[in-house]
Each structure stands twice: as C-alpha cells, then as structure tokens.
C-alpha cells in the first residue's frame, strides 16, 4: 500500500512564497517519476511541475522562473518552492508518484490548498 501525504499550503500573499512537501511511504520498489498538479474551482486539473529520478524537469509554462520542484530520492519526497506567488495560482495541489510495484503505477495525495490573497 502507497501513500503519499502533502504539507507546506495555506495562505499568502500576492508576491510571497511557499514550500510544499510530499512524502511517499509504503511497500514499493521504487520511484519512476514525482510531481506537482492544480484544480482551481471549476478548471482541470493541470501539471504545475515533474521531476523523474535522473532529475529531468517539466514545468507549466505559467511557473517557469517562479516555481522550482526538487526531489530527496533517499526519503522518497518531493518538494515545490513557489516564489513571487499570483492569486491565478490559487487552487488545491495535489502530489503525484509514479511507483514501480512493479509494473509503473500513477498514485495521488489527498491535495493542500494555496490560497493567495491579500
């Protein structure tokens, strides 16, 4: 069973900075892929930020410049810095893992809301 649970949202200013956190956790041989998707109220869900395990990067050309995704392999957990903050990133974001167990499969956490507002 994987789990993957999601710290670091809350609310902020147009203009400042948060730091999100995902944890994956579990009986699992290891990690394909880790990243960062968006649902603002009444749109998609969209891909903000992935990272895959050699480090290769894909972001939405709407961060690109603002927001940087790290990942920690040994603790299994992924990180989004988002600086310069804009109240169009308003939305719940939710962490995603591609696991090998062992075929690819894709899990998801339960979401944490970045609300940005002055």
């Known amino acids: 069973q994987v789990q993957l649970v999601e710290s670091g949202g809350g609310l902020v200013q147009p203009g400042g900075s948060l730091r999100l956190s995902c944890v994956a956790s579990?009986?699992?041989?290891?990690?394909?892929?880790m990243g960062w998707y968006r649902q603002a109220p009444g749109q998609q869900r969209e891909l903000v930020a992935t990272?895959?395990?050699?480090?290769?990067?894909d972001y939405a050309d709407s961060v690109k410049g603002r927001f940087t995704i790290a990942r920690d392999n040994a603790k299994n957990t992924v990180y989004l810095q988002m600086n310069s903050l804009k109240s169009e990133d308003t939305a719940v974001y939710y962490c995603?893992?591609?696991?090998?167990?062992?075929?690819?499969?894709?899990?998801w956490g339960q979401g944490t809301q970045v609300t940005v507002s002055s």
């Open positions: 990272m895959s395990t050699g480090g290769a990067t």
């Open positions: 995603k893992a591609v696991i090998i167990v062992p075929r690819p499969v894709g899990y």
């Open positions: 579990g009986r699992f041989g290891s990690i394909a892929a």
